[in-house]
């Protein structure tokens, strides 16, 4: 069982930065893909950014490409969200995820079935 803590949100002005971090407990961690997700209000829950076990696969949705930089330390079970140029649309609440996810390919990372623990949430606002 992992349980997963995210911090890190808060209210930034647009063009701004924040840093997410999520937190697991457990001795897995590092044996788990991890993954961030987002959802607005009114809308869907949408796949951010994801890393391998060993951070040698990442992905981005492309919204966030070159803005957004995901990374792990595994020696901390810690996973965080670095980002960047903040805007307005990127109001949400963010959601941190493990899954057993150990192939190459986007389309394993960017599903929300493929990721088995998923932590409470974190509110990130962009004022513009």
């Known amino acids: 069982q992992v349980q997963l803590v995210e911090s890190g949100g808060g209210l930034v002005q647009a063009g701004g930065s924040l840093r997410l971090s999520c937190e697991a407990s457990?001795?897995?961690?590092?044996?788990?893909?991890m993954g961030w997700f987002r959802q607005a209000p009114g809308k869907e829950r949408e796949f951010v950014a994801a890393?391998?076990?060993?951070?040698?696969?990442?992905y981005y949705r492309d919204s966030v490409k070159g803005r957004f930089t995901i990374s792990r330390d595994n020696a901390k079970n810690t996973v965080y969200l670095q980002m960047n140029s903040l805007k307005p649309e990127d109001t949400a609440v963010y959601y941190c995820?493990?899954?057993?996810?150990?192939?190459?390919?986007?389309?394993?990372?960017?599903?929300?079935?493929?990721?088995?623990?998923w932590g409470q949430g974190t509110q990130v606002t962009v004022s513009s």
């Open positions: 457990g001795r897995t961690f590092s044996t788990y893909a």
């Open positions: 995820a493990g899954g057993s996810i150990y192939y190459s390919g986007s389309y394993y990372y960017r599903g929300e079935s493929s990721y088995n623990y």
């Open positions: 890393i391998s076990w060993n951070s040698g696969y990442i």
